[in-house]
Structure formats: C-alpha cells, structure tokens
Nanobody, 122 residues
Framework: QVQLVESGGGLVQAGDSLRLSCVSS????????VGWFRRPPGEEREFVAA????????YYADSVKGRFTVSRDSAKDTVYLQMNSLKPEETAVYHC???????????????WGQGTQVTVSS
C-alpha cells in the first residue's frame, strides 16, 4: 500500500521559491517513479515534473524548465520539487503521484497524494 503525503505549500509572492516534499506512509517511495502535477483553479490537472526511481532521468513541463527541479533523497525516502521564480499563474494544488515510469500521463500513476496548495500573489 502506498499513501502519499505532500507538504511544503503555502502563500508566497511572485518571484519567491518553495520546496514541496512527497513522502509515502506505506511502501517505500524508492520503488517508484514519481511525478508532480498541479491543478490550477477551474482547470485540468497538468504535468509539472517527473523523476525515475533511480533519480535519473528527470522530465519537466516546458513552462517550468530552468525554474523547477525535481529530486529525491533515498536516505529520507522523499521526493522534492524545488520551485523558483514562482508566477501567479502557477497557483494550484500540487500533487505527487507514484508509478512505474516517469511519464507525463496521469494514467501511468496508480497512487496519488491529496495535494498541497500553492498560492502565488502578484
């Protein structure tokens, strides 16, 4: 059983940074590829970043390349999403998801967290 829990969200100003964390309360997260997705208010869920179970390769949405970094710490069994230079349009609920392959497709992930709210004010 994999139960994912995200943390690290909050209210920040445009240009600020946040680091989100994803942990599993069940089976070790190191057994899975992990993806980060976000759902802006009133919009569909969209891919943000993904990381292979080994830590490499990583994948990013074009809109976040160069500003966001996905990483994992095997000792802490945690996956992180470092978000820099945040923009107001990136206000969303951010979810982590676990699956076999680090893809952009939500269908590839069988386990999802409840999400953490990120609000970026202008």
């Amino acid at each position: 059983q994999v139960q994912l829990v995200e943390s690290g969200g909050g209210l920040v100003q445009a240009g600020d940074s946040l680091r989100l964390s994803c942990v599993s309360s069940g089976r070790t997260l190191s057994a899975y590829a992990v993806g980060w997705f976000r759902r802006p208010p009133g919009e569909e869920r969209e891919f943000v970043a993904a990381i292979h179970r080994s830590g490499s390769p990583t994948y990013y949405a074009d809109s976040v390349k160069g500003r966001f970094t996905v990483s994992r710490d095997s000792a802490k069994d945690t996956v992180y999403l470092q978000m820099n230079s945040l923009k107001p349009e990136e206000t969303a609920v951010y979810h982590c998801a676990a699956g076999n392959f680090p893809t952009r497709s939500t269908a590839a992930y069988g386990h999802w967290g409840q999400g953490t709210q990120v609000t970026v004010s202008s």
